[in-house]
């Protein structure tokens, strides 16, 4: 028998944002009712425009569930950790 | 009598980050409730870090009272148009 996740998670890095749409409708089509989708610092903004294309261009059925923002502590190479934004966008079939 | 404003708008752009921090603070000083940030492209991940920079370093008391995003229709030089993401972060006094 197959477990039926629930919910899957993209992360967003710096590969052409269209990577990132077909990565969100490719999970669609498991029996999933959730896609959150995670980026840090610059790769913020192409976040956004994966979660907007994919739901005016391609899926017009997926609303945004919710929307967090918070700061994460990486560490650098120096061994001190630097502060950086993040953003988990969930989308979800109406 | 003086107008009592209860909201106020930051449109971020691509000035150093710290500019939009002080200009939160700045307009918390007067008496309003909320200051939305709005950002379109390339600048949405920089309206993120000046909300948490502000909230984390500068004015603990903030919460983010709503985040959305969007798309607008933007006219370029040819006359044509482009589609933009855009993203309002809502931050509030707790």
Redo the contacts between chains.
């Keep these: 028998m197959e477990n039926k996740e629930d919910s899957a998670v993209i992360f967003i890095g710096d590969k052409p944002v269209m990577n990132y749409v077909l990565a969100v409708m490719t999970q669609f089509n498991k029996p999933i009712t959730s896609v959150t989708l995670k980026a840090r610092?610059?790769?913020?903004?192409r976040a956004?425009?994966a979660?907007?294309i994919t739901r005016?261009r391609f899926m017009q059925n997926l609303k945004?569930a919710s929307?967090?923002?918070?700061?994460e502590a990486i560490p650098n190479e120096d061994g001190k950790t630097v502060?950086v934004?993040s953003?988990e966008?969930v989308l979800a079939k109406q």
């Design positions: 610092g610059r790769s913020i903004s956004v425009d979660a907007e005016n945004v929307i967090t923002i918070g700061t502060n934004s953003m966008i």
